[in-house]
Every structure is written in structure tokens, then in C-alpha cells.
């Protein structure tokens, strides 16, 4: 039976999904303002709720609790920037279910990477599990040929793979808060984008979806995740994260209409096999051990 504070973690943990699978049916939202001008004021509005809760947290030391990532620090924000850019191009150019799907195959990239950067074994269940995925990605793809949209589909492999990026650079120096440094990235996107929009005006009704998308999808999220983290096993946590495969395109059809095509469908199916397979079976092996393991 779970105690109260694990069933408290992973509640957290739920309720951060819950914000994060809410990014797609929020850009369908959004009326008349154009990619720049929403990551701009989607990036403020989460520098601002990271800012109020690491100067809780930190008060003056925020300076030094930034310079204590280090070059992991660098590396996270380099990569949250270009994953955030990546992320929300995507969403205009293609579905929201095909984003959603493609960046499930994130914790499989993060093995690769860990596996060639950091000299991770990659467990031979998630090799198989990876090429189901793989096939099922193959099946949406090749309907994009045909579509159009196979530019938002490469978008969102590029914010597959520097997200992947940014959580093997967290592995590094898995000792220090790294909330810091996403603050850090947030300023960055403010920045790239006040330079590249073409105006900062935005209608009320955007601005109320952009400080959705900033606080409560960006911002607050990670504020719950980094806590639930460390109290629950990595594979619980992993696996109670992959709700928001199902959760977006769900949200997304609800919301805004958005009826994922049948090799979308065809293709998530796999996708969504793999990962949550992988995610059950990762959480088996995590308990079996604990099992296992020696009293001291």
C-alpha cells in the first residue's frame, strides 16, 4: 500500500501532465497572434512564475544557485531554447497529436544520447520497444508525404531531439536544481523572439492563452515535476508522465475539433504501445529490485 506521500508525489506528478498535455488544444486557441509573438509572451509569463518561485526558494542566492549548474546549466538552456522554438512551430505547421506522438519517442532518444554521451546501458527491451515506435512514427510520417505537413513533423523531431538533449545534460549533475537554468532558457526565448516578431500587440483573449501556455504549461509544471521527482522511483515518474500522449490529441479533439487522420491513429497506436510498454515494464524491473534488495 503506498503512503500518504507517495500518493501526495504522485498526484503532483499528474496534475504537471495534466498542464503540460494542455499546450496543443491552447495554440488552437489562439486567434490572431503569430509563432514569435506567442513564444515571446509564452516565455515571459513563465520566466515570471520561475522567477516568483525561485526567489522563494533561493532569495538573494538565485545568482549563485544559477551558477552552481555549470556548464549543464549551458547546455540545458541551449537546448530548452531551440526544444521551445522547435516545439511551438510544430504545433502550427502540423497536428497536434502527430507533435505529441513524436515527442513521446523522447525518453528513447535521451537513451541513445545518454548510452553515447555518458556511456548508459540501453536495457535490450527498450531496443525493441524503440523500433515499434520507430514504425509506428514511419506510419505517420509517410502520410505527411502526401499531406504536406512534413515540415511540422521534422519541427517536432527536432523538439524530440534537443528536449532529449536537455534531460541527458540534467543527468550530468542530477545533484543540482536545474530550474535555474530553464529560467535562464525562458529569458533567452523572450529575447530571440521581441527580435524576431513583427510586433508585440496582442489581443486580450491571446494574452490570457499565452500566460496559460507560460505559467500553468511551462512554468508551473516544471515547478511540480522537479518536486514530485524526487520523491517517486524514475520509472514511475516516467511512465505517469507519458499521460500527455494520450491526454493532448484528447484535449485537442475536445477543444478545437481536431480529428487526428486515420495513419495518425494507425501510427500513434504503436507509438503509444511502445512507450507505455517500455514504461511498464521498466516500473516492473524498478520493483522487482527494491524487492530484491538487502535490508540495512
Given at each position: ?149 512534413l515540415a511540422g513533423d521534422l519541427l ?55 500566460a496559460a501556455l507560460g505559467c500553468l ?80
Amino acid at each position: 500500500m503506498s503512503s500518504p506521500h507517495h500518493r501526495l508525489a504522485l498526484l503532483t506528478l499528474i496534475t504537471a501532465t495534466f498542464f503540460t498535455s494542455t499546450a496543443g488544444v491552447l495554440m488552437r486557441w489562439i486567434e490572431q497572434a503569430d509563432g514569435w509573438t506567442v513564444l515571446f509572451w509564452r516565455a515571459l509569463f513563465c520566466s515570471a512564475t520561475l522567477l516568483v518561485w525561485l526567489a522563494i526558494r533561493y532569495g538573494r542566492g538565485l545568482p549563485r544557485a544559477y551558477l552552481a549548474t555549470g556548464w549543464t546549466g549551458v547546455m540545458m538552456t541551449v537546448s530548452f531554447v531551440l526544444a521551445t522554438i522547435t516545439f511551438i512551430f510544430a504545433l502550427i505547421e502540423t497536428t497536434v497529436a502527430k507533435v505529441v506522438l513524436i515527442n513521446g519517442m523522447t525518453p528513447f532518444v535521451a537513451a541513445i544520447l545518454a548510452w553515447a554521451t555518458l556511456g548508459e546501458r540501453v536495457a535490450r527491451s527498450a531496443v525493441l520497444f524503440m523500433l515499434v515506435a520507430v514504425a509506428g512514427i514511419a506510419v505517420m510520417v509517410g502520410h505527411s508525404l502526401d499531406s504536406g505537413r512534413l515540415a511540422g513533423d521534422l519541427l517536432a523531431f527536432a523538439c524530440c531531439l534537443t528536449t532529449a538533449a536537455m534531460y541527458v545534460a540534467m543527468r550530468r549533475r542530477t545533484q543540482i536544481d536545474q530550474v535555474p537554468a530553464i529560467l535562464a532558457a525562458s529569458l533567452a526565448v523572450a529575447l530571440i523572439a521581441a527580435l524576431i516578431a513583427p510586433g508585440l500587440a496582442v489581443t486580450g483573449h491571446d494574452l490570457l492563452v499565452c500566460a496559460a501556455l507560460g505559467c500553468l504549461q511551462l512554468g508551473v509544471q516544471y515547478i511540480l515535476v522537479a518536486w514530485a521527482a524526487r520523491q517517486l522511483p524514475a520509472a514511475e515518474t516516467a511512465l505517469t508522465a507519458r499521460m500527455t500522449i494520450v491526454l493532448g490529441p484528447l484535449w485537442a479533439w475536445l477543444g478545437a475539433g481536431e480529428v487526428p487522420s486515420n495513419p495518425t491513429l494507425w501510427g500513434g497506436a504503436l507509438v503509444v504501445a511502445a512507450i507505455l510498454g517500455n514504461g511498464l515494464w521498466s516500473l516492473h524491473l524498478s520493483r522487482a529490485a527494491a524487492k530484491v534488495a538487502p535490508v540495512t
